[in-house]
């Protein structure tokens, strides 16, 4: 042990606190999971985000997708029935 300078000792107790410091913080979190919706919720946006990060943008991509597909199904049926 005595082999690890000061620097190293230093990293693991850093790494050490900053692993601590996150498993207290989601504990904490599970445990109040009832009583503060806001936390789980930010927890859940995020994650929402990272999975489809270009959600908000292609909502009205789709939308305006699925409308340009109804108006040539109608001028199909148009021409279809003016034949």
Do not use: C, H
């Amino acid at each position: 042990m005595n082999n690890i300078p000061i620097a190293g000792w230093i990293a693991l107790g850093i790494i050490a606190i900053l692993l601590l410091v996150t498993n207290l913080s989601l504990i904490s979190l599970l445990r109040r999971k009832g009583s503060n919706q806001s936390d789980a919720s930010i927890l859940s946006e995020t994650m929402k985000m990272l999975n489809n990060p270009w959600e908000k943008e292609d909502r009205p991509l789709r939308e305006l997708s699925e409308q340009v597909a109804r108006l040539k199904e109608l001028n199909q049926n148009k021409d279809s029935t003016e034949e």
